[in-house]
């Protein structure tokens, strides 16, 4: 996996750990900065969330929906450049982590009905 991108490499060395070590962290926070942190931080707060339809990271003002590694959040939509894999928003990379780390809060039910009530 030499050719692989910075991301690509933690993800298999966290798919192959299973858990967040000291260096997966370091190197995540080494490559994603703030933004590495925060995700981190929301994985260990349980505020990633699955349900039926759509995967959701729970932010500070709102909730976020995350599909295929792209997120609804105005950080995703105006600050990132697509092309390049290591600019992430948090609730994307908060995603990628907790899959990895099996830490997705699993809900069996539609976060569409859910959000009628929110």
């Known amino acids: 996996m ?16 299973g858990e967040l070590t000291p260096e997966i962290v370091s190197e995540i926070t080494r490559i994603h900065g703030d933004r590495g942190v925060q995700a981190i931080e929301a994985v ?47 609730h994307s990379l908060a995603v990628a982590i907790a899959r990895r780390v099996g830490h997705v809060d699993y809900h069996d039910m539609w976060y569409s009905d859910v959000r009628e009530f929110l």
């Open 44 to 90: 260990g707060e349980n505020r990633v969330k699955a349900y039926r339809d759509f995967t959701i990271v729970v932010g500070y003002d709102d909730e976020y929906i995350v599909e295929d590694g792209n997120c609804t959040c105005k950080d995703s939509e105006y600050n990132l450049d697509d092309d390049d894999p290591t600019e992430r928003c948090w």
């Open 2 to 17: 030499s050719k692989a991108n910075p991301v690509e490499r933690w993800q298999a060395a966290l798919e192959e750990a």
